[in-house]
């Protein structure tokens, strides 16, 4: 029997882009694992047999980032070790005692060196993820871009290291449920943590000349929502701009399904889930050229060259009537098949057994 650990820190975080990867993956890590496979998930306690009774489980505690214990006296007996550890974020405080435990690292991102001026915190930051990638015994990274920015700033000391693309499940029916903000007119939809690398406060402009609205989805405590409606304002069109804040699977598929256009100008991104999702709906995304999303959304997806006004709603406009006089959308949506939750987990069990 084959033991297995994966790290569910991060879905201490609810409705955000490395909880729904957690969720994802762990689901169908359990459905691929073969019968000598026992599959353990490192969970928030809340959490606490989220993935069924065909797992094991060990709750996160702050005392955990000093000490885990070796087995859990409900699923393992207490000689058993794990055989793989693996760790689903970088920074991730978590990690095995026990040397013969192999570890595989997944780096979502290394997009502080893209945001942030601080040197000093960035140098910081890389120190901890090297020590990381020194205890792994493999690394994986959630896109092309990610990998290549991992080679150039962190020393793999020749250790393999690949990417595993996330996406999303095609195995089973969205379900769709109109939100609480339904809007009245037609919309486009963005979606993300309201932060500035998310860039949305360059979108205002695009509700200049046309009678539609601008919905922004995802957590939004940020005081750069104040920056979003600043710009808003300066267009004359802050009564279309509306934050509908966190929302469920299904109601974030409603706003997929009905926007006019899904919108990511964002200028920091280590993959971009988002852009998959809205593509298996087959609708046009218009994106920034930065980091992992000229990667995610192909030759299907239109791009900012600028963040000009003038410039990005001629991109905006040209885009638009492309997709209504050619309708792609079969095109759109046999290009998101490509990042499948299934492969994921398919590749992952395949680096597992390959460290057995």
Sequence with gaps: MKSI?????????????????CEQVGRHLL?????????????????????GPNAGYYKLRPINKLYLPWYHSRYLASTDQFDVWHITYQSSMYVPLHKKTKVVLTILDLNFLHDHPNRAKNKKYLSLIQKRV??????????DFALNDVRQ????????????????????????????????RPFLFALG????????HVLPCLLQHDDVELIIAGIDTSAYKEEIMREAKKFNVQDRVT???????????????QCEAFLFPSIAEGFGLPVVEAMTF???????????LPEVGGQLACYFADFSPESMRQTFAEGMAQFRRDHPEEAIKAWARRFDWANTAKDYLALYRSLY
């Design 5 to 21: 650990l994966f790290d569910c820190e991060r879905m201490k975080y609810p409705n955000t882009g490395p909880y729904h990867v």
């Design 282 to 292: 087959g609708k046009p995304v218009f994106l920034s050229t930065h980091t992992s």
């Design 134 to 143: 020194d205890r792994a015994d493999a690394i994986t990274c959630i896109s």
């Design 153 to 184: 700033h962190l020393d793999l000391r020749g250790k393999p290291a690949t990417t595993v693309y996330i996406g999303c499940d095609f195995e089973k029916p969205r379900l769709v449920q109109p939100p609480v903000h339904v809007p009245r």
């Design 193 to 200: 943590t309201v932060l500035p690398k998310k860039n949305f």
């Design 31 to 51: 459905t691929q694992k073969s019968e000598d496979e026992r599959l353990t998930f490192l969970v928030p306690p809340r959490l606490d047999g989220f993935f």
């Design 243 to 257: 934050f509908v804040g966190a929302v469920s699977e299904p109601e974030k598929n409603w706003y997929y399904q």
